[in-house]
């Protein structure tokens, strides 16, 4: 699988990803501009270089259903990165409840973190304010976007700004 390029709305909203061939046939055909290149890349032709596009956005404004991602153990993983929200770590993990479901907690995106199982027996039946422990960042629902990843499996960094206005 190739390197992907990032495609934004108009208003600056990532939307999709696809090929590098499609960004380019895009720009050529003059229906979305260049917003950043690949540094990782360079297209070659006998006597030319190009920059790869790495994101590019559309010209005109098209307007896009929202895709929901499946609230799933792995997808919660994937969003946080395979790491414990409350120590870094990233092995042996489980799925932690922020406010415990005996306090009321939800089982939804907002309420569900990937945590060692560790910190998840220490924290028991607390919220992380009784327990002290405090999360690395708030969970979210994540938009489909969160989890594109380019061949080596990293996040574009490039792509952060845009993905957080994902919808
Ligand atoms: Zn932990």
């Not at 270089?49 to 994937?78: E, G, H």
């Not at 939800?106 to 919220?127: F, I, P, Q």
């Not at 969970?139 to 994902?166: H, I, N, Q, T, Y």
Request: proline share 5%.
């Amino acid at each position: 699988m190739g390197r992907k390029v990032l495609i934004l709305n108009a208003d600056y909203r990532a939307i999709s990803i696809c090929t590098v061939p499609k960004a380019f046939l895009l720009v050529y055909l003059n229906k979305a501009e260049l917003v950043a290149e690949s540094e990782k890349e360079r297209l070659r032709s006998i006597n030319n270089s190009f920059a790869s596009p790495s994101i590019i956005r559309l010209n005109k404004y098209v307007s896009v259903p929202y895709r929901n991602v499946v609230m799933t153990r792995q997808n919660i993983f994937k969003r946080d990165n395979n790491t414990c929200v409350y120590c870094g770590k990233t092995t042996d993990l489980t799925l932690d409840h922020v406010i415990p479901k005996a306090r009321g907690g939800k089982t939804h995106w907002e309420n569900l973190v990937t945590a060692c199982k560790r910190c998840n027996s220490t924290k028991g039946c607390s919220t992380p304010d009784e327990a002290n422990m405090n999360l690395k960042y708030k969970p979210v629902k994540p938009s489909f976007l969160m989890f594109v990843r380019d061949c080596s499996g990293k996040l574009e960094e490039k792509w952060l700004p845009f993905l957080s206005k994902a919808r």
